[in-house]
Each structure stands twice: as C-alpha cells, then as structure tokens.
C-alpha cells in the first residue's frame, strides 16, 4: 500500500503538472483574421458590388490573419452571406485557395489582378459567376453579414480550378481544415 505521504505527493504533482498545462493552453495566442478599410466593422462603397443596381467600385478588401498553426500547409479565404435571400443557401463573395500558409494576407485589390494574388493562389467561381471578388449588394432597404472566414489547412494544394464551384471547394475543405478564423462585416444598402 502506498503510504498517505507517497499518494500527497503523487496528487500534488499531479496537480502542478495539470496546472501548467492549462496555464500553457490559456496563453496560446488564437488564430486571427483582420479586414482593413472598414468603418466600424462595414464595408464602404469602395468594397461594394458593381451591377444588380448596386454602384460601389467591387475593389476587394485587405484581408490579414496572423498565428496560423505550424502545421499549416496552405490558407484559404472566402466572403460569404449567410443573410441572402436564397431560400437558406447563402452567397459566396469571394474564394480564393492554394494560398501559401508562409502567406499573411490579400492585398487590397488583388481580385483579378493576378500579380497582387499570392504566387500559386487561385480565385474560384463566387455565386455571381465570376472568378473574382463580388462584393455586398443586399436587396434594398436590407443590412447583411458578411463571414470573412481564412481557412488553414493540412494540405499545399486544393484540387480546384478557376472554374470550380464554392460547394466543390467545400467538398474539397472537408476533413483537411486545422483551424478556422472568422470576421463578421456588415453592410446596409439604403432603400431608394
């Protein structure tokens, strides 16, 4: 029989040991995404969808995220509207994937303008059927979330193309994100 000495010590050390370990835990810095240009978390005109009567100048924004785990291979970014009125299956905005993870952001811009893409990056087809960044453009008189979500994953290379639709991305995702970063922005289209 262990002696009520041993067992004290054995439950004290052990409680050191599991203290330290949550104390590591707690101090780990997350994986975080920023959006530049926004006034109070929304988007100006500047980031606005041009067409389907909206008039902003469709200039995707600059998207910055830091701390992705080590074991990151590759990022992938996407805008998406939970808010539009598809009977519940949302808009995709923008994707672009096969970012490298040694990557730290998306220039303001750099939709559509391939040499300010990260080398290798790809932008894929959004729901306005275009391979590059279409931004908010609610119904009238409506205000919208936007979900900025960078994606890390376990894998260099997504098996996509320009062409590839936002659900074969997804598919594409499953099973190979390590941790995820989100930001919510906002935009309200006034009512004319």
């Given amino acids: 029989m262990r002696s009520a000495h041993t067992l004290r010590s054995t439950l ?3 409680a050191v040991i599991t203290m330290t370990m949550t104390s590591v835990v707690a101090h780990a810095e997350p994986f975080t995404v920023k959006v530049g240009n926004l006034a109070h978390g929304r988007f100006a005109n500047e980031q606005v969808y041009g067409g389907f009567g909206c008039h902003g100048d469709n200039v ?3 998207i910055s995220w830091s701390r992705p785990p080590a074991a990151a ?11 539009a009125p598809t009977g519940g299956l949302g808009w995709t ?9 040694s990557q730290a952001s998306l220039e303001k811009g750099a939709s559509g303008n391939a040499g300010r893409l990260p080398a290798g990056a790809i932008e894929t087809l959004t729901d306005f059927g ?9 119904p009238q008189g409506t205000s919208h979330r936007y979900i900025v979500t960078v994606s890390a994953l376990d894998v260099a290379h997504l098996d996509v193309e320009k ?4 659900a074969l991305v997804a598919y594409q995702m499953h099973g190979k994100i390590i941790v995820q970063a989100r930001y919510v922005a906002k935009y309200r289209r006034a009512a004319d």
Avoid: Q, R
């Avoid at 905005?93 to 993870?101: G, K």
């Avoid at 275009?130 to 908010?136: D, V």
């Avoid at 062409?163 to 936002?166: A, F, G, L, T, Y």
């Fill in 60 to 62: 995707s924004p600059h």
């Fill in 12 to 14: 004290l050390i052990s």
């Fill in 93 to 101: 905005h923008w994707e672009v994937v096969n970012i490298p993870a």
């Fill in 130 to 138: 275009e391979s590059k960044y279409g931004g908010p453009c609610p």
């Fill in 73 to 83: 291979k590759s990022i992938v970014v996407t805008i998406y509207d939970p808010d």
């Fill in 163 to 166: 062409k590839s639709s936002p």
